[in-house]
């Protein structure tokens, strides 16, 4: 088997981090028998100082024409004041938009090694947290018609929040199916006490569940949802929701796992082709140190193995990988707890290398 990645080390610490997946995939590659041709790609600010905009249409090309992509992160302040339309957040909407990939998974796991990082109360945080976000990637107010004008004699902003039934439709059936591989619950987060998009997507939730009499659904407004995150995580399976929502919940949800630096996720249209990349930012604070955790960019590339190649055992042999490595004590600075022997970023990536042996 042979897959071709497009490969985007993006600004601050994304070289990094994708440096030490790519260390990760090079050794599946010699025990797998599977080849891997990575093609190398520039988009965020790095894209913008070479060649004028985030999104190079040679690298939107390369986007198209590959297996998946593996991103490590774009942005940063040195960017803050470029026009909006080729700020480097643009080159990630631009590809999603692109790419078809209308469903983002983001998975949440209280490494129980790592509990006493999470900001939770022990016993909260000791009933576990394991849920998996499943979030709206190219539609609501992220797509909407933005402007800024004057109006009645004042400057007055527009943001279009827009949902078609299609475009929940296809989502929620994506929050189904992915209950179904899990424990086979559902909660759709809406706002339907106040926005009409919301009230679509609740009535296209509720024919859709028709078809999975198996799982067991239920709604929760996003204001209830974000507050339930906290006190009780562990009663969540599987959260489906839209855009925005589900941008600011999956924070919330990273948060409380105690390392934001440990979080993967993929991004997916109807195809196998996807793109993967760590939920974390561009960190440009530590940018060079080699202090950045590389984990989530690991684990995103063991979810491009499940999702993308259907290599679910060697995405399982890089899990436990982490995990060994976790028990054994190391970390990075940024879950650091005592006891424990912190690695840089690259010790990291080594020593995940010597598990997968
Ligand atoms: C994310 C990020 C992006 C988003 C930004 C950088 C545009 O926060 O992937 O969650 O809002 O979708
Ligand atoms: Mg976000």
């Given at each position: 088997m042979e897959k071709t990645i497009t490969v985007i080390r993006g600004d601050g610490i994304g070289p990094e981090i994708i440096g030490q997946a790519l260390r990760v995939l090079r050794k599946i590659e010699e025990t797998s028998g599977c080849t891997f041709h990575f093609q190398e790609a520039l988009a965020g600010g790095c894209a913008i100082d070479a060649c004028g905009t985030s999104l190079p249409e040679e690298t939107l090309q390369k986007c198209l024409n590959c297996d998946s992509v593996l991103l490590g992160a774009v942005g940063g302040p040195k960017w803050d004041g470029v026009p909006k339309e080729i700020r480097p957040e643009a080159a990630l909407l631009g590809l999603r938009a692109a790419m078809g990939l209308y469903a983002n998974l983001r998975p949440a796991r209280l490494f129980p090694q790592l509990a006493a990082a999470s900001p939770l109360r022990a016993e909260i945080a000791e009933r576990g947290v394991d849920l998996m976000m499943v979030r709206e990637l190219t539609g609501g107010v992220y797509f909407g018609e933005h402007r800024t004008g004057i109006e009645n004699g004042g400057l007055t902003a527009h943001d279009d929040m827009v949902y078609t039934e299609r475009e929940i439709e296809r989502i929620v059936r994506r929050g189904f199916e992915t209950?179904?591989?899990?424990?086979?619950?559902?909660?759709?987060?809406?706002?339907?006490?106040?926005?009409?998009?919301?009230?679509?997507?609740?009535?296209?939730?509720?024919?859709?569940?028709?078809a999975y009499p198996d799982v067991a659904f239920s709604d929760l407004l996003v204001d209830n949802a974000a507050m339930q995150l906290v006190k009780d995580p562990a009663q969540f399976d599987v959260i489906v929701t839209e855009n925005l929502f589900g941008d600011i919940l999956s924070d919330e949800a990273s948060m409380i796992t105690g390392s934001i630096g440990m979080m993967a996720s993929a991004s997916l249209g109807d195809g196998p082709r996807g793109m993967y990349e760590p939920i974390h930012g561009s960190a440009p604070d530590i940018a060079g140190k080699d202090l950045a955790n590389p984990v989530g960019t690991i684990l995103s590339a063991a979810m491009m193995l499940r999702y993308s190649f259907g290599m679910a055992g060697e995405a399982d042999r890089i899990e436990r990988a982490v995990s060994a490595v976790l028990d054994a004590g190391y970390r990075t600075a940024d879950c650091m707890s005592v006891g424990c022997t912190r690695l840089t970023c690259s010790e990291m990536g080594e020593r995940i290398l010597r598990e997968l042996c």
């Amino acid at each position: 088997m042979e897959k071709t990645i497009t490969v985007i080390r993006g600004d601050g610490i994304g070289p990094e981090i994708i440096g030490q997946a790519l260390r990760v995939l090079r050794k599946i590659e010699e025990t797998s028998g599977c080849t891997f041709h990575f093609q190398e790609a520039l988009a965020g600010g790095c894209a913008i100082d070479a060649c004028g905009t985030s999104l190079p249409e040679e690298t939107l090309q390369k986007c198209l024409n590959c297996d998946s992509v593996l991103l490590g992160a774009v942005g940063g302040p040195k960017w803050d004041g470029v026009p909006k339309e080729i700020r480097p957040e643009a080159a990630l909407l631009g590809l999603r938009a692109a790419m078809g990939l209308y469903a983002n998974l983001r998975p949440a796991r209280l490494f129980p090694q790592l509990a006493a990082a999470s900001p939770l109360r022990a016993e909260i945080a000791e009933r576990g947290v394991d849920l998996m976000m499943v979030r709206e990637l190219t539609g609501g107010v992220y797509f909407g018609e933005h402007r800024t004008g004057i109006e009645n004699g004042g400057l007055t902003a527009h943001d279009d929040m827009v949902y078609t039934e299609r475009e929940i439709e296809r989502i929620v059936r994506r929050g189904f199916e992915t209950a179904r591989k899990r424990s086979r619950r559902l909660t759709s987060v809406d706002k339907a006490n106040v926005l009409d998009t919301s009230r679509l997507w609740r009535k296209v939730a509720h024919r859709v569940a028709e078809a999975y009499p198996d799982v067991a659904f239920s709604d929760l407004l996003v204001d209830n949802a974000a507050m339930q995150l906290v006190k009780d995580p562990a009663q969540f399976d599987v959260i489906v929701t839209e855009n925005l929502f589900g941008d600011i919940l999956s924070d919330e949800a990273s948060m409380i796992t105690g390392s934001i630096g440990m979080m993967a996720s993929a991004s997916l249209g109807d195809g196998p082709r996807g793109m993967y990349e760590p939920i974390h930012g561009s960190a440009p604070d530590i940018a060079g140190k080699d202090l950045a955790n590389p984990v989530g960019t690991i684990l995103s590339a063991a979810m491009m193995l499940r999702y993308s190649f259907g290599m679910a055992g060697e995405a399982d042999r890089i899990e436990r990988a982490v995990s060994a490595v976790l028990d054994a004590g190391y970390r990075t600075a940024d879950c650091m707890s005592v006891g424990c022997t912190r690695l840089t970023c690259s010790e990291m990536g080594e020593r995940i290398l010597r598990e997968l042996c």
